[in-house]
Nanobody, 125 residues
Framework: QVQLVESGGGLVQAGGSLRLSCVAS???????MGWFRQTPGKEREFVAA????????YYADSVKGRFTISRDNAKNTVFLQMNSLKPEDTAVYYC???????????????????WGQGTQVTVSS
């Protein structure tokens, strides 16, 4: 069982930056981590993900070059550095975990077993 707690959301002007953090309980290094976001009336969408061991990262086209996912296994924490923020980045951001022992699609919400409660990011124009 893994519990995930996000923090770092807030209100920022367009062009600004935020760094989201997600602290996990359990054996963090056994999990592949992902970030997703959701706005009212829309499905939760993939933002970024990593692999558990080789540093490979994946990004949605809409955030590529602006967002960076990283992790600190010693601190059981995954980060999402968000730069050059745009109003369309406004959403509730969720971190999620899926086991390294299972196959799955890094971009698919259904393949993640554990979710945080979400943190609101609002980008003003």
């Amino acid at each position: 069982q893994v519990q995930l707690v996000e923090s770092g959301g807030g209100l920022v002007q367009a062009g600004g930056s935020l760094r989201l953090s997600c602290v996990a309980s359990g054996t963090f290094s056994n999990y592949r981590m992902g970030w997703f976001r959701q706005t009212p009336g829309k499905e939760r969408e993939f933002v970024a993900a990593d692999s558990w061991n080789d540093g490979t990262t994946y990004y949605a086209d809409s955030v590529k070059g602006r967002f960076t996912i990283s992790r600190d296994n010693a601190k059981n924490t995954v980060f999402l550095q968000m730069n050059s923020l745009k109003p369309e980045d406004t959403a509730v951001y969720y971190c999620a975990a899926r086991s390294r022992y299972t196959s799955g699609r890094y971009y698919y919400t259904g393949d993640y077993s554990y979710w945080g409660q979400g943190t609101q990011v609002t980008v003003s124009s």
